[in-house]
């Protein structure tokens, strides 16, 4: 497959995650179930592993809302990635994985609801409905 060099300013969206190969398919999404403060080493231990195996971009998500959105902005800005792996414990409070992977198997509806979304907000009101959609065709979870 053919790689594509990135833009000056990539990524996008700033975040809690560290950037790897720009070239790799892969992205690693942790599941963050706990506060910034109490964040477990194996969980920032899992980020780094990721991007010591090659990576793109590797790091947390705590949110079904806000943290989703910039993943969907910084993998789209990078048409490398064809791959997210979801790895970690659910959060119970905004189901961020499994947000995740409705929004990869349902899409959003009018409204920008994530569609099958058990979280209590699943909005994506400040991504263009193409970008949400080119997101959803190029990449592929990995649980």
Same mark, same amino acid.
């Given at each position: ?56 971009? !590797?790091? *947390?998500?705590?949110?079904? /809302?806000?943290?989703? =959105?910039? +993943? ?8 490398? #990635? ?36 058990? !979280?209590? *907000?699943?909005?994506?009101? /400040?991504?263009?409905? =193409?970008? +949400? ?8 979870? #990995?649980?």
């Amino acid at each position: 497959m053919l790689k594509v060099k990135l833009a000056d300013g990539y990524p996008p969206e700033e975040g809690r995650y560290l950037r790897g190969n720009d070239f790799s398919p892969v992205a690693v999404c942790a599941i963050l179930a706990a506060f910034d403060s109490a964040i477990p080493p194996e969980l920032n231990e899992m980020v780094v592993a990721g991007v010591d195996a090659g990576a793109a971009l !590797a790091g *947390t998500l705590q949110t079904e /809302n806000v943290g989703l =959105e910039k +993943i969907v902005c910084n993998v789209v800005a990078n048409p490398n #990635i064809r791959y997210i792996v979801l790895c970690g414990r659910e959060s119970p409070g905004h189901l961020p994985g499994q947000s995740l992977l409705a929004l990869k198997q349902n899409g959003v509806d009018e409204k920008k609801q994530i569609i099958g979304s058990e !979280a209590p *907000t699943p909005y994506l009101h /400040n991504l263009p409905t =193409e970008v +949400i959609e080119r997101f959803r065709s190029q990449i592929v979870c #990995i649980i």
